[in-house]
């Protein structure tokens, strides 16, 4: 199995985001709970190309598509 390519934190800066390990947690805390029957990319604080970059990370199974499962996790969490 190969290594991951991508890290959590550079999946924050390639949607635009801060992504210090502090700025990371105030938006999964600001943003969460994210309602079950919510997809990660559905969800109402993104931008259309954020929206469409996850949407297209998942479908495509890119290698952002691990990362973006944790993202989902951890919004649908609480």
């Known amino acids: 199995m190969q290594p991951p390519v ?5 999946l ?11 700025s990371i947690e105030r938006f999964i805390a600001s943003h969460a709970p994210l309602a079950a029957d919510i997809k990660l990319h559905a969800a109402p604080f993104w ?3 954020q929206a469409d970059f996850l ?3 998942c479908m495509q199974d890119a290698d952002w598509a691990e990362l ?3 993202l989902s996790v951890a919004l649908h969490r609480a």
């Open 68 to 70: 973006a499962d944790q």
């Open 55 to 57: 949407r297209e990370a």
């Open 47 to 49: 931008t259309p190309a």
């Open 6 to 10: 991508h890290r959590f934190h550079d």
């Open 12 to 22: 924050f800066a390639q949607l635009g985001l801060a992504n210090d390990p502090a």
